[in-house]
Nanobody
Framework: QVQLVESGGGSVQAGGSLRLSCAAS????????MGWFRQAPGKEREFVGS????????TYADSVEGRFTISRDNAKNTVYLQMNSLKPEDTAVYYC????????????????WGQGTQVTVSS
């Protein structure tokens, strides 16, 4: 069992930055691929990016490639999402999730989910 708690959301102007954190409970955190997803009002949940067990093997959605960076600290059971050059279309609730699969890019591949944190980007 893994419990995930996101933090770091908030409001920012376009062009600004935010860093989201996702703290995980459980001793097997380093065995999971960790992913970030987001869901805007009226839209489906979409994949943002993921990071493999050891911190290598990151994958990003085209919409955030070059602006967002995922990292993890297995000693702290935490995964991060650094978001730079934010745009109004990045406004959404952001979720972290854990998967036992390698290179998981779709929501059904993830077993554990956090409660989400709101990110609002104003123009």
């Amino acid at each position: 069992q893994v419990q995930l708690v996101e933090s770091g959301g908030g409001s920012v102007q376009a062009g600004g930055s935010l860093r989201l954190s996702c703290a995980a409970s459980g001793r097997t955190f380093n065995r999971y691929t960790m992913g970030w997803f987001r869901q805007a009002p009226g839209k489906e949940r979409e994949f943002v990016g993921s990071i493999g067990w050891g911190g290598a093997g990151t994958t990003y959605a085209d919409s955030v490639e070059g602006r967002f960076t995922i990292s993890r600290d297995n000693a702290k059971n935490t995964v991060y999402l650094q978001m730079n050059s934010l745009k109004p279309e990045d406004t959404a609730v952001y979720y972290c999730a854990a998967s036992s699969l390698i290179a998981a890019t779709r929501a059904p591949m993830y077993v554990y989910w956090g409660q989400g944190t709101q990110v609002t980007v104003s123009s």
